[in-house]
């Protein structure tokens, strides 16, 4: 895949970032859950900053594969 032919938007319509994805996005909000157990507030800082974040984190991703595709 060509970097131009990248799609760029999540399948909800947004821009698909970091941010957007693991707050925000209405279509994880049950998959999310698990990351509220390190951040209630689910601040990027500090679930991309702490061991058991990144842990969360990669777990979170695991569940969405289709963000890769």
């Known amino acids: 895949m060509y ?3 990248r799609n760029y938007y999540c399948k ?3 821009l698909k970032t970091i941010e957007h994805v693991l707050n925000e996005c209405p279509l994880h909000t ?5 990351l ?3 951040s209630l507030e689910l601040y990027s800082k500090i679930l991309l900053d702490a061991k058991k974040g ?3 984190v ?3 991703l695991d569940l969405l ?3 890769f595709f």
Do not use: Y
């Open 54 to 56: 990144i842990g969360e």
């Open 65 to 67: 594969p289709q963000l």
């Open 12 to 14: 909800c319509g947004q």
């Open 36 to 38: 509220r157990n390190v």
């Open 58 to 60: 990669v777990k979170f």
């Open 3 to 5: 970097f131009s032919e």
């Open 30 to 34: 049950e998959e999310r859950e698990s």
